[in-house]
Antibody, heavy 117, light 108 residues
């Protein structure tokens, strides 16, 4: 059974970089699929942040592209999100997920990140 | 960017009743690229329906999806106590994924 688990700081200061990691168990990231990040700000809907294909290709939401980097650590079987220059608007529950080109098979439980000084 | 609008925002029904949830897109969506998910408090979202009408592995047949173009529907034929949760739709198009804001299905 494939499982994903997000980890990282729950509090980030404005203008700093948010960094999260998604540990994957039950499947080797390098074997296939896309691996993505989605977030849900308080009181709002879900927003796709970006994804990385098992080949290493990345693609990002145009609205966040200038601030986002997604990378894979194959030996550790995990992938990471970095979001720079954060503001209060980046406060959200962040999810990692495994997906095909069109839909999301497996999600992590989510982790709340608050941007505040 | 394709915007997905779900209605109603909250749906109050009793176990045994039929639930009909709507997802409307701002422009036409390929039926192959529309999915539905269920999320319960404190849990990860779970894929229910993909390609607009195909049930994911292990999903009971009381869940069904239909629709095409800009109008899609998730139907739960007879509500079980465990079905009360938040449901959201998702589409893929123009190299982007967008989600609806969700429908909260609550016990009446």
């Amino acid at each position: 059974q494939v499982q994903l688990q997000e980890s990282g700081p729950g509090l980030v200061k404005p203008s700093e970089t948010l960094s999260l990691t998604c540990a994957v168990s039950g499947y080797s990231i390098s074997s296939g699929y896309y691996w993505g990040w989605i977030r849900r700000p308080p009181g709002k809907g879900l927003e796709w942040i970006g994804s990385i294909h098992h080949s290493g290709n990345t693609f990002y939401n145009p609205s966040l592209k200038s601030r986002v980097t997604i990378s894979v650590d194959t030996p550790k079987n995990q992938f990471s999100l970095k979001l720079s220059s954060v503001t209060a608007a980046d406060t959200a529950v962040y999810y990692c997920a495994r997906h095909s080109q069109t839909y999301y098979y497996t999600w992590g439980q989510g982790t709340l990140v608050t941007v505040s000084s | 960017e394709i915007v997905l609008t779900q209605s109603p925002g909250t749906l109050s029904l009793s176990p045994g009743e039929r639930a009909t949830l709507s997802c409307r897109a701002s422009q036409s969506v390929s039926s192959s690229y529309l999915a539905w998910y269920q999320q319960k408090p404190g849990q990860a979202p779970r894929l229910l329906i993909y390609d607009a009408s195909s049930r994911a592995t292990g999903i009971p047949d009381r869940f069904s999806g239909s629709g095409s173009g800009t109008d899609f529907t998730l139907t739960i034929s007879r509500l079980e106590p465990e079905d009360f949760a938040v449901y959201f739709c998702q589409q893929y198009g123009d190299s982007m994924y967008t989600f609806g804001q969700g429908t909260n299905l609550e016990i009446k």
